[in-house]
């Protein structure tokens, strides 16, 4: 599978380096620490996800290194194409994914949300974000237009196709 992954020019030093990069809970923020190891659990990963993108909007799959967000502004980095073994991928939707971040109630539509969920009621909610179908498209957006992103255990130096050096805006 094709997929994109935005990387700091240390981390792309260590995969030319060592040859795998692996992701690195101290490198995820605290307040989403929790999202993650629910993540880790739901996908077995012993270890925080490499995120990659899949399709970065409807118009696009490769990532616009134009817009801002992807790292610090100023920050080098380094756009990384990658052939990935499907098997190793989960695909899910970026803009779901911020229901768990901000351990919020994942719903369908307006008249399937609950006020004041459980932990447990919010996890299981969060199941949807691995369906790229899911959702009303007036309360989510049209699914065809979704930005796409993938989590793997792992990158392997030779999945990569090609790489671009970049400056973060």
Same mark, same amino acid.
């Given at each position: 599978m094709i997929l994109w992954t935005i990387q700091r020019v240390e981390a792309w030093q260590t995969l030319q380096r060592r040859g795998v990069l692996l992701g690195d809970m101290r490198r995820v923020y605290i307040h989403f620490r929790p999202a993650y190891q629910w993540l880790m659990e739901h996908l077995s990963l012993r270890r925080a996800p490499i995120w990659a993108w899949h399709a970065y909007n409807a118009k696009r799959k490769r990532p616009d290194l134009r817009c801002s967000a992807h790292l610090g502004r100023g920050e080098r980095g380094v756009c990384v194409e990658f052939d990935?073994? #499907?098997?190793?991928?989960? &695909?899910?939707? @970026?803009?779901?994914? *911020?229901?768990?971040?901000?351990?919020? @109630?994942?719903?369908?539509?307006?008249?399937?949300?609950?006020?004041?969920? %459980?932990?447990? =009621?919010? =996890? =299981?909610?969060?199941? *949807?974000? $691995?369906?790229?179908? $899911?959702?009303?498209?007036?309360? *989510?957006?049209?699914? #065809?237009?979704?930005?796409? =992103?993938? %989590? &793997?255990?792992?990158?392997? +130096?030779?999945?990569?196709? +090609?790489?671009? *050096? @970049?400056?973060?805006?």
């Open positions: 990935a073994p #499907d098997g190793l991928v989960t &695909l899910s939707r @970026f803009d779901l994914w *911020h229901s768990a971040l901000n351990d919020a @109630f994942l719903s369908e539509d307006e008249q399937h949300d609950i006020d004041n969920p %459980t932990l447990e =009621q919010k =996890q =299981q909610s969060w199941q *949807h974000l $691995f369906d790229l179908n $899911f959702s009303d498209p007036a309360w *989510h957006g049209p699914p #065809d237009e979704a930005w796409i =992103q993938a %989590t &793997l255990p792992c990158l392997r +130096s030779e999945w990569v196709r +090609s790489y671009q *050096h @970049f400056k973060a805006r």
